[in-house]
């Protein structure tokens, strides 16, 4: 099931490597923001996402982004403080079962590189990176870098503040680590005065609801379904998830709203059922509200 990838949003604004200081004045070395398209990537069994990092940022002669895995430092760690173990919010359920490490890229070597492609009319390109090659900072887990004359591929925009655009040539699949992601942009001016900020994103594996059936059983309804993922393992394109809660919504007829009237949690065969009571006639459907690992998803409408 394919999903729209096009969504934008400033994830980050810049914090500094440094200790809290005064706003600096017009000028002077900062980042506004750090953008990534998509905000919220999902990969199915094939394909993959490419990303486009923008950095809002003035005073630099040069910045920098990196990609990895992790979330990112909250805005009260200090710096170079180990920011410690997750402690956002606990996801649901399906976070709990633990997801295989993978090689980010099997067709790539360690320490082999990815020739980078340059668009007509853009400076030059990056120095290849293993992995996630990129126009400018390429990213792979760990590893940074920057363009050979100090400039990312695209500087789109002069000015106070210029935006840098970041092409990495290779995109995200399902072989790459799920869950938080972390961007971090460094600029760095002429003095060797630098600033850093930091971004994330989820990176998401596919789900989906199959099979939904609603079936009146005297003044209710049964509603059953099985619930997908994506293999964390790989070995096949999806498995059912199990130990997941599923929300049954009714919208009844004449009516342009949904609400929830129930909910079910899945088997170990990703198999759900749920029986509730029905007011009337109209539609009846099944939603996943998702994890940090893994998309929502809702099933297609049944009229009962």
């Given at each position: 099931?394919?999903?729209p990838?096009?969504?934008?949003?400033v994830?980050?604004t810049?914090t500094t490597?440094?200790a809290?200081a005064?706003a600096p004045?017009?000028g002077?070395l900062?980042?506004?923001s750090v953008v990534?398209?998509?905000?919220?990537?999902?990969?199915?069994p094939?394909?993959s996402?490419r990303?486009?990092?923008?950095?809002v940022?003035r005073?630099?002669d040069r910045?920098?982004?990196?990609?990895?895995?992790?979330?990112?430092?909250?805005?009260?760690?200090?710096p170079?403080?180990?920011p410690?173990?997750?402690?956002?919010?606990?996801?649901?359920?399906?976070?709990?079962?633990?997801?295989?490490?993978?090689s980010?890229?099997?067709?790539?070597?360690?320490?082999?590189?990815?020739?980078a492609?340059v668009p007509?009319?853009?400076?030059?390109?990056?120095?290849?990176?293993?992995?996630?090659?990129g126009?400018?900072?390429a990213?792979v887990?760990?590893v940074?870098g920057a363009?050979r004359?100090g400039?990312?591929a695209?500087?789109i925009?002069?000015?106070e503040w210029?935006t840098w655009r970041?092409?990495?040539?290779?995109?995200l699949s399902?072989?790459?680590?799920?869950?938080?992601?972390?961007?971090?942009?460094?600029a760095?001016?002429?003095?060797?005065?630098?600033?850093v900020?930091h971004?994330g994103?989820?990176?998401?594996?596919?789900?989906?609801?199959?099979?939904?059936?609603v079936?009146r059983e005297?003044?209710?309804?049964?509603v059953?379904?099985t619930?997908?993922r994506?293999?964390?393992?790989?070995?096949?394109?999806y498995r059912?998830?199990?130990?997941?809660?599923?929300?049954?919504?009714?919208r009844p007829?004449?009516s342009?709203?949904?609400k929830?009237?129930?909910?079910?949690v899945?088997r170990?065969d990703?198999?759900?059922?749920?029986r509730?009571?029905a007011?009337?006639e109209g539609?009846w459907?099944?939603?996943?509200?998702?994890t940090?690992?893994?998309?929502?998803?809702?099933?297609?409408q049944?009229?009962?």
């Amino acid at each position: 099931m394919m999903r729209p990838l096009l969504a934008t949003l400033v994830l980050a604004t810049a914090t500094t490597a440094a200790a809290a200081a005064p706003a600096p004045a017009s000028g002077d070395l900062a980042i506004r923001s750090v953008v990534v398209r998509p905000s919220d990537p999902v990969v199915g069994p094939s394909g993959s996402v490419r990303l486009v990092v923008d950095v809002v940022a003035r005073g630099a002669d040069r910045v920098s982004v990196v990609l990895e895995p992790g979330r990112a430092p909250a805005e009260d760690d200090e710096p170079g403080e180990d920011p410690g173990p997750d402690v956002t919010p606990s996801p649901p359920s399906g976070d709990a079962v633990p997801v295989p490490s993978v090689s980010p890229d099997p067709a790539v070597p360690p320490g082999a590189t990815v020739p980078a492609t340059v668009p007509p009319g853009t400076v030059p390109a990056a120095v290849p990176l293993p992995g996630l090659g990129g126009l400018a900072s390429a990213v792979v887990p760990g590893v940074t870098g920057a363009s050979r004359d100090g400039r990312p591929a695209r500087r789109i925009s002069s000015g106070e503040w210029e935006t840098w655009r970041f092409l990495p040539d290779k995109a995200l699949s399902r072989w790459y680590p799920s869950g938080p992601w972390t961007v971090v942009a460094t600029a760095v001016n002429g003095r060797g005065e630098r600033v850093v900020a930091h971004a994330g994103f989820n990176l998401r594996r596919e789900t989906e609801i199959e099979g939904l059936k609603v079936a009146r059983e005297g003044n209710g309804v049964r509603v059953t379904g099985t619930l997908m993922r994506v293999d964390p393992v790989g070995k096949v394109d999806y498995r059912p998830f199990a130990g997941q809660r599923v929300r049954i919504r009714f919208r009844p007829e004449g009516s342009s709203r949904w609400k929830t009237v129930g909910e079910a949690v899945t088997r170990r065969d990703g198999w759900f059922t749920a029986r509730v009571r029905a007011d009337g006639e109209g539609a009846w459907r099944a939603e996943y509200a998702g994890t940090s690992r893994y998309a929502a998803d809702a099933s297609p409408q049944r009229e009962a």
